[in-house]
C-alpha cells in the first residue's frame, strides 16, 4: 500500500469511531453503521464531502497544514495519532511547544546498563543533557561548562577545544547531519525562542554554518569515525552511532571500539580509572588542530 493509501485507511478508521454525539453533532437515525458520516465530517472540518472522500480513496495526495490540523481537531486524535497524520500525508508534525529535555527512565537505565560506552543523551537541539561516566572520562567533563558550551552544533561551529577530530569528508557529513536536524527541529518545534536564538546567533557568529543554514542542506547521521586524543591513554579511533529515540526526540550518541583492537583496550583502562588522573600527567587540556598538547584549556562536553 502506497504512503496515500495508508493516509486514506487511516483516515477512514479514524472517521468511523467517533460517534455523532463525541463531535457535537445530533446522533440522527436510519444509521446503517456507527461513526461520523463523510457530510458530517464536512460540516466540522469545513472541507467539501468530494474532497473528503478523495483523500480516504488516495487521490487527494497533499493535504495542507491547515487541511490536516481541521481533521486531527474533527477527528478527536491523540499527539501520537496527529503525529502520525501529518507524517503519513509528508507534512513535518506542528509544534510541540519547546523542544523536549526529559529523559525517560528507559533511557537513564540504559545509560546505567552501558557502563563500557560511552553514553552521552542530546535534546533535538543538540543540547548535551546526560552522559555516563564512560563519557566524561574520554571526552572531558562537560559539569562546568555553561550551557550553551554544551550545544554540540555551538561547540562545532565556533571552534571550540575538543578532544575529537575528523578528516574533512567527515566533518563534512558532520556538519550536513547537525544543520539538517537543527531546521527538523524548527519545523518540529517552532514556539521555542530558545532554538531560534541559537540558530541566529550561529548565523551570526559562523559563516560556515550560515553558508550550510542558506543552502538548506540535507544531511543524516551515520555511523561516523571519531578520533579522540586523550591525555592519559593516547589517541584512540572509535565508532560512534547516533540513535533517535521515539516520542521524545532524543539522541543517544554512543562510542565503540571494535574487539582486540588497542582502542578497545584504551576504552577499558578509561572505565576503570574514569575521570581520575594518571599519576605525573600534565593538566588535562582539551585538543583541538594546531593548539599544543601540553596547554591547559577548557573541555567541552561535545560529542
Not at 486514506?8 to 444509521?31: F, K, S, V
Request: one cysteine or more.
Amino acid at each position: 500500500m502506497t504512503r496515500h493509501g495508508e493516509l486514506g485507511t487511516a483516515l477512514q478508521r479514524w472517521r468511523e469511531r467517533i460517534a455523532p454525539a463525541e463531535a457535537g453533532l445530533p446522533a440522527g437515525g436510519n444509521r446503517e453503521a456507527g461513526g461520523l458520516r463523510h457530510e458530517e465530517l464536512a460540516r466540522l472540518t469545513g472541507l467539501s464531502v468530494d474532497y473528503l472522500v478523495r483523500l480516504e480513496e488516495g487521490r487527494a495526495t497533499s493535504p495542507s497544514v491547515q487541511v490536516l490540523t481541521s481533521l486531527a481537531r474533527a477527528l478527536r486524535l491523540s499527539e501520537d495519532e496527529r503525529r502520525h497524520l501529518f507524517l503519513l500525508a509528508g507534512q513535518s508534525p506542528p509544534g510541540l511547544g519547546r523542544v523536549p529535555e526529559a529523559v525517560p527512565p528507559s533511557v537513564r537505565r540504559l545509560l546505567g546498563r552501558l557502563t563500557g560506552t560511552p553514553v552521552g543523551v542530546h535534546d533535538a537541539a543538540w543540547n548535551l543533557i546526560t552522559w555516563n561516566p564512560l563519557w566524561a572520562a574520554l571526552l572531558g567533563n562537560p559539569s562546568a561548562l555553561p550551557g550553551r558550551d554544551r550545544n554540540a552544533v555551538w561547540q562545532h561551529f565556533r571552534g571550540l577545544p575538543t578532544r575529537i577530530s575528523q578528516t574533512e569528508e567527515q566533518e563534512a557529513r558532520f556538519e550536513a547531519a547537525l544543520v539538517a536536524d537543527l531546521r527538523a527541529a524548527t519545523a518540529h518545534y517552532p514556539t521555542d525562542v530558545r532554538l531560534r536564538f541559537l540558530i541566529g546567533e550561529l548565523r551570526r557568529v559562523s559563516g560556515r554554518f550560515a553558508g550550510l543554514w542558506n543552502s538548506r542542506i540535507a544531511g543524516f547521521h551515520d555511523t561516523g569515525v571519531r578520533t579522540v586524543h586523550h591525555p592519559d591513554v593516547g589517541q584512540l579511533t572509535l565508532d560512534c552511532d547516533t540513535l533517535t529515540v521515539p516520542g521524545c526526540d532524543l539522541r543517544v550518541s554512543a562510542y565503540s571500539a571494535a574487539p582486540g583492537t588497542a582502542a578497545a583496550d584504551k576504552l577499558r583502562l578509561l572505565d576503570v580509572i574514569g575521570t581520575e588522573r594518571m599519576p605525573d600527567r600534565a593538566p588535562d587540556p582539551a585538543w583541538h588542530p594546531g593548539q599544543d598538547p601540553a596547554s591547559p584549556d577548557r573541555v567541552p562536553g561535545g560529542r
